[in-house]
């Protein structure tokens, strides 16, 4: 099987839009982690991605902008949220790097319960919001439903210069062009398109998570080994198609 090369800015692989959306004030911490510690959590026909044989657990925040229909106008009100995800990296027996989201928390009730009727995805209702004091970042998240209920998430960051030349592992982390999941018998997958990310190297200054464990995942060994942070790009998304 050949696996797709990890594209920082790939040719857009689809017609037409389904999802627009912006993100924005992005944070990315990850972790290194054995292959074969996610491979049990990935959605059937898919196995774990790795760089130089090392797989990763991402815990990312960040918001949400406009998100609506298509190139249409975000949905008012509902399209704007607050959003923590943890999520694994897989590759599927076509050769499609992908997420797969193990949680994905966000501060509007109504986008949770379209993702989770829609493609399955484990969207939590949670109360959030970021603080901002020069450049450092704070997330914060509590899960509202479904449980764990109480789980709580505080992300504090100091937000340092812009990456001239990104590392192949910077790379490897954050370009990533489409989604795995499970949704009603079948394994999916979901394209994604954006520009290349702007990333800055960032400091973590302080982390208190729940939100991973909660995940399905063991305790962390150690801090991150990647903190990067980004202002955001505009996203459109394609069509899910079944991965055989």
Known sequence: ???EPVD?????????????????????????????????LLPAGTRPDTLDGVSYVGLIGFRMVGLGLGRGPGVPYFGTFWETNVRLYSV????????????????????VLVAQLSLRLPYKWSAMRLDRDGDR??????????????ATS??????????ADPTPLDHFLTARWGLHTRAYGRTLHLPNWHPQWPLHRAELLHLDDDLVTAAGLPPMAGPPVSVLHSPGVQVVFGAPVAVR
């Open 1 to 3: 099987m050949d696996i």
């Open 8 to 40: 920082a800015a790939p040719v857009r692989a689809f017609s037409w839009a389904t999802l627009g959306q912006r993100w924005r004030d992005l944070t990315f911490l990850h972790w290194a982690v054995a292959p074969d510690l996610v491979a049990p």
């Open 92 to 111: 599927d027996g076509t050769g499609r790097r992908a997420v797969v989201f193990r949680s994905l928390d966000a501060s509007r009730l109504v986008p």
């Open 137 to 150: 970042l704070t997330y914060r998240c509590r899960r509202r439903w479904p449980g764990p209920a109480g």
């Open 154 to 163: 505080r992300i504090e960051v100091r937000v340092g210069a812009p990456i």
